[in-house]
């Protein structure tokens, strides 16, 4: 169980590191004024996503599923496990987010201003430090 605990926990720091990265790629595409260089973010932005983060994103969820059906009883006795599973959830709709965003921008980089993506692009922090906190604390009420 050990090497899936491992696994779990490369695959989230690598699918973190997109949900990081894309949005920046964001915010450049956004300010980004010649032809050539929105391509090069289209290029850039489709090979993170689909290269990194959603291998990342559905090795994350397969390796945390099974820690959670191993130890099902152990964990959904306990509210914060609920809370960590909300805060994944949170962290999914941003992936189909970060998706729709994608394309939205290969049709029109105009369609949101750079500071709306810097924005966007802090959100994972605190869903990070929310389910950081609730797994490594399991803090009770």
């Not at 926990?9 to 050539?36: K, N, T």
């Not at 090795?59 to 959670?68: D, E, N, P, Q, Y």
């Not at 191993?70 to 960590?84: E, G, L, R």
Request: charged share 15%; with cysteine.
């Amino acid at each position: 169980m050990l090497w899936v605990k491992a696994l779990h926990i490369i695959f989230v720091v690598c699918w973190f590191s997109g949900l990081f990265y894309l949005p920046r790629l964001f915010v450049y595409h956004a300010m980004s004024e010649d032809q050539i260089s929105k391509d090069r973010f289209v290029i850039m932005e489709r090979k993170l996503f689909w290269g990194i983060m959603t291998p990342s994103a559905i090795a994350t969820i397969v390796f945390g599923s099974w820690l959670l059906i191993a130890n099902w009883s152990y964990f959904m006795a306990w509210w914060w496990m609920h809370v960590k599973l909300g805060l994944v959830a949170l962290l999914i709709a941003h992936h189909i987010y970060c998706w729709w965003y994608m394309l939205k921008l290969r049709e029109d980089s105009s369609f949101k201003t750079h500071v709306f993506f810097r924005v966007f692009n802090e959100l994972p922090v605190f869903l990070l430090i929310g389910a950081v906190i609730l797994i490594v604390v399991k803090p009770t009420l």
